[in-house]
């Protein structure tokens, strides 16, 4: 496996033969990271996949400095898995300046997690873009568990005619339906075990709304209840249009129930996909 460090391995790289599938990540890699790279083994006949603690995206107060660094892990659960290379840019090298040039998501990085993260999706998309105009790859894969990212790097290549093709892939679930994240190794033994009741309730909003009840605030007001009652702090719990991520209209029927919450210290978002005829 190549580790690319500077921007003239990586030009000699990119003129090599063959497509390139990118997979971008801020490292502490898990399952989730593995799966999206095991499927850009099939999307591209090379597999690049970046490690960058990206600091545009994190605001203040948040874990930029706590945030896990493991490279020497991570090199070896990619290598294990077959990636071509793997692209560790330091700070200097995509920052060679002060960022006063952005990307301005729409409005929908205001919605959501933008709430409580203002400016986290302008930082996500700048540092995305700078990957794409480095790399050049003809596909990038992102996880669906960050749905509302997903969407947005979406909205920024087809409105900015980005030459790449974007493709999500579906969450990865702990054995107990806990989505994995680098952030639930900061979970205390005891709020692990609390923490799949996030996945267990939206799946109980979803069974209802399938099952024919109606009335979404309600449903996910009950269960903001619910998971308050634990003591956590809930962000949102809230029913979209899988499709716009807007609130949904009368007959829509391809929804997503989107949460974010706080478990004593420790964010955790999570989303299901779902039809309801």
């Known amino acids: ?30 399952e989730g990271h593995l799966s999206l790279v095991r499927h850009a083994l099939n999307e591209g006949e090379r597999v690049l996949v970046s490690i960058f603690v990206n600091p545009l995206q994190f605001g203040a107060g948040e874990d930029f400095e ?32 002060r960022q006063t040039v952005l990307i301005r998501p729409s409005d929908l990085a205001s919605d959501l ?7 986290h999706f302008a930082g996500v998309a700048t540092v995305v873009l700078k990957l794409f105009n480095l790399a050049r790859p003809e596909v990038a894969l992102f996880g669906k568990k960050d749905y509302q990212q997903l969407f947005i790097i979406q909205e920024m290549v087809e409105q900015l005619n980005v030459p790449v093709r974007i493709v999500g892939i579906e969450t990865v679930r702990d054995l107990d339906g806990l989505a994995l994240s680098s952030r639930n190794s900061y979970l205390s033994v005891s709020e692990r075990a609390e923490a799949p009741m996030l996945y267990a309730t939206l799946q109980d909003v979803v069974q209802k709304i399938s099952s024919g009840k109606d009335g979404y605030e309600m449903l996910c007001e009950a269960a903001t209840r619910k998971m308050r009652d634990k003591g956590w702090q809930v962000e949102y719990v ?36 779902f039809i309801c005829d």
Request: a neutral charge.
């Open 1 to 30: 496996m190549l580790v690319i460090q500077n921007l003239s391995q990586l030009r000699q790289y990119r003129e090599q033969k063959g497509s390139i599938a990118l997979v971008p990540t801020l490292g502490n890699l898990h």
């Open 113 to 119: 997690c933008g709430v409580t993260r203002p400016g």
């Open 238 to 273: 809230t029913v979209r249009d899988s499709d716009t991520l807007q609130l949904p209209e009368q007959g829509c029927n391809r929804l997503v129930i989107l949460a974010a919450v706080w478990i004593g210290k420790t964010r955790l978002i999570d989303n299901i996909e």
């Open 66 to 97: 706590r945030y896990p660094r493991t490279l020497e892990a991570d090199f070896a659960k990619l290598e294990s898995i077959g990636t071509d290379a793997v692209f560790t840019p330091d700070l200097s090298m995509l920052y060679p300046f």
